[in-house]
């Protein structure tokens, strides 16, 4: 077992200047807010004798900083080149720029909490408990609301014909292209439309008749109402809405050819697909491994593994439709986590857990793709004053790699980790971190 020395800390506060003051008008909800940027970060200096390992090797995974600054539950965390995004359930997304993590703008709006963000380069689209989507854009360090999905003008146009409402619950009806509960998780992909036949001259001469369907981007949100909707990025357009689980959504991704992965309190995960063509989804596969709420989902860097993690304290590795048995269960770590496991995350060979138990643990994937493979667990990341909400993690850093871990005590803690493998003893007891 690894000797853990105790971690001296030095705190540095450092306020943010004022800079990225966002003032903005939310369409969707007639209301008009103004928010300036204030937050603070925290940061850490560990000793170079923080961590001896068996055998006289060192490991010097470490809490770099600390970002606070939020109101209440760290909902969702993502990177965007070189600015990290964190939204919490107080309603706004704080913008934190690399290196150095000063706060540089602070924006959000309505009267839910933001329970999803994805980063499309200059826009950022943010899910929230009102059961909206807004889409925001990023100039000059500030950003600007867009636009609200559904749009006004799509909600008009459709609530024209009646054949547009679906029932909801006993005398409710809603348009079929509105959640009626809150939007818990988003992911964006590709879809391709209806094929167009062309002509096309070949290298020797000959004609021939081709078929091409243009590519576009799209948007899938799922809700705690049991539905994922579809929308086309372009015009925020719905083009699709599937009942898929008999209990809410928690997660969503999207697999390398484009299948869609949903994870729902109903402890299944299940894969669909959307023909060419095909105006509506296709269930290819349901997934049964956990014994309780499935409550994340992340696809491994090589896309050949997706992971599930559930309030069952356990995580799941299920092959993609890359490989020979395409859907099956590959493997699966148990009882690791005292708590359930709130969040996942991938960077390069690394899977990131986050937890109910208050920590982060790192696991190496070994084996994949020369047959049968397992994990090897690194690193236990200690330091949160309540459960892990949310986790992000980016590569390239100094022989290492930064995990981003938001909590339910309202701070986002920046942790190094090492990538050498002669630091880890495949084996030995995990060893444990603390900020």
């Not at 103004?34 to 850490?44: A, F, M, N, Y």
């Not at 993590?101 to 329970?115: I, N, S, T, Y």
């Not at 990131?352 to 190496?364: E, I, L, M, Q």
């Amino acid at each position: 077992m690894a000797a853990l020395s105790k971690l001296p800390e030095t705190e540095i506060l450092t306020e943010s200047d004022g800079e990225g003051v966002t003032d903005f008008t939310d369409s969707s909800t007639g209301h008009s807010r103004s928010s300036s940027s204030c937050g603070s970060v925290t940061l850490s200096e560990v000793s170079n004798e923080s961590v001896v390992l068996e055998g006289e090797k060192k490991r010097f995974n470490r809490c770099v900083a600390t970002l606070s600054g939020h109101v209440g539950i760290v909902s969702c965390v993502t990177t965007s080149g070189d600015l990290l995004l964190s939204a919490s359930q107080a309603h706004d997304v704080r913008v934190w720029r690399h290196p150095d993590l000063h706060h540089c703008a602070r924006f959000g709006a309505g009267d839910g909490a933001v329970k999803a963000i994805v980063a499309l380069g200059d826009r950022v689209v943010t899910a929230h408990q009102d059961q909206k989507i807004r889409v925001w854009k990023r100039s000059n360090g500030k950003y600007k609301l867009v636009t609200a999905m559904p749009t006004v003008k799509e909600c008009l146009i459709s609530a024209v014909r009646q054949s547009n409402y679906v029932q909801t619950r006993r005398h409710h009806r809603r348009l079929w292209m509105e959640h009626v509960d809150t939007i818990s998780c988003l992911a964006v992909g590709v879809a391709v439309g209806k094929p167009r036949r062309g002509i096309k001259r070949t290298s020797n001469g000959s004609i021939v008749k081709e078929s091409k369907g243009k590519a576009y981007d799209v948007l899938y949100s799922g809700s705690w109402d049991r539905t994922f909707k579809l929308w086309r990025l372009s015009d925020f357009k719905c083009l699709d809405s599937t009942r898929a689980h008999n209990d809410a959504i928690n997660a969503l991704a999207v697999g390398p050819t484009g299948h869609l992965f949903t994870a729902s309190a109903d402890c299944k995960v299940k894969v669909w697909c959307k023909p060419r063509g095909s105006k509506s989804h296709r269930l290819v596969a349901t997934l049964e491994g956990h014994q309780a709420s499935v409550n994340a989902l992340a696809l491994a860097a090589d896309r050949t593994v997706i992971y599930s993690g559930g309030s069952d304290r356990t995580i799941v590795a299920w092959q993609t439709e890359i490989g020979a048995s395409p859907f099956a269960m590959a493997c699966e770590m148990r009882g690791q986590h005292g708590g359930p496991i709130l969040c996942l995350c991938t960077v390069g060979e690394f899977l990131c857990s986050g937890s109910a138990d208050k920590t982060v643990r790192v696991w190496r994937r070994e084996g994949f793709p020369h047959g049968s493979f397992e994990h090897s667990q690194v690193a236990v990341l200690k330091g949160q004053q309540g459960p892990v909400k949310c986790i992000a993690g980016s590569t390239d850093v100094a022989a290492g790699f930064l995990v981003y871990a938001g909590s339910v005590d309202g701070s986002v803690k920046v942790w190094w980790v090492s990538n050498d493998k002669e630091d880890d003893e495949k084996g030995s007891i995990s060893h444990v971190y603390s900020a």
